[in-house]
């Protein structure tokens, strides 16, 4: 029984590890290319650095840190290649959602109303206060809310893992595209067009208007 309970306790700090860095990461905090020492996370957790082992194994096992034999844990540098092939098996993925989403009238009215909320409390993060920084890592998490939610009410399992296990990369890309590239209202707005034409279910105007939505296709830079 003990001994569950400390590999309970230690598979929560080893999450909480995980979350950290990975906000870190957003925030700015870590760069690509910089140096995650355990001894600095464990002392700014207030843990050991056992747990923050683990999390960094599972963040390498994500391809967002890489470890370095006798040299070190560092952040994933992350090409324009590396950044284009997130977002193709993105869109190759998500194209079939939609399709999944229009031919089997998966959506209802409720759904659709789900969705306008969403935006528009992206509308509402682009037009606070606050440090662009901040906004721009809110306004991207909701962003990615509202295409998980058509990724659930598709209901393609393998799919929707797959998009899944690539989330952080995804929001890695998305910062990408939004800070080099991006006006963040609209990349807010851009998503009630692809609410309108699933309503009306107009496939290819869909699709379109998710490549567009995608900053760095739309401008050609892919």
């Not at 690509?32 to 843990?47: F, P, S, Y």
């Not at 306004?139 to 998980?148: A, T, Y």
């Not at 209901?155 to 899944?164: A, D, M, N, W």
Request: hydrophobic fraction near 40%; glycine fraction near 6%.
């Amino acid at each position: 029984m003990l001994s569950n309970v400390i590999a309970y306790r230690h598979e929560n700090l080893c999450s909480v590890v995980v979350d950290y860095i990975k906000e870190a990461i957003l925030e700015g905090i870590y760069r690509e290319g910089d140096r995650i020492l355990e001894t600095e996370v464990a002392e700014t957790l207030g843990i050991s650095r056992a747990p923050v082992r683990e999390g960094i194994k599972e963040l390498e096992k994500e391809g967002i840190l890489t470890i370095i034999p006798r040299k070190g844990t560092f952040m994933t540098k992350f090409t324009i290649e590396d950044i284009k092939e997130v977002f193709d098996i993105r869109l190759l993925l998500e194209s079939d959602i939609l399709e999944i989403l229009i031919n089997e009238n998966k959506l209802t009215e409720k759904d659709f109303d789900a969705l306008k909320i969403i935006v528009k409390n992206m509308v509402g993060i682009v037009n606070s206060t606050g440090e662009l920084i901040k906004k721009t890592i809110m306004l991207n998490g909701k962003d990615m809310e509202f295409h998980r939610y058509l990724w659930k009410k598709s209901g393609s399992k393998r799919r929707v893992e797959i998009l899944e296990r690539l989330y952080f990369q995804l929001r890695i890309a998305m910062m990408y595209d939004t800070n080099e590239t991006g006006d963040l209202l609209i990349t807010a707005t851009d998503h009630y067009d692809i609410i309108k034409h699933l309503n009306s279910k107009d496939l290819e105007k869909c699709k379109e208007s998710l490549r567009d939505h995608i900053i760095s296709y739309k401008e050609g830079k892919f």
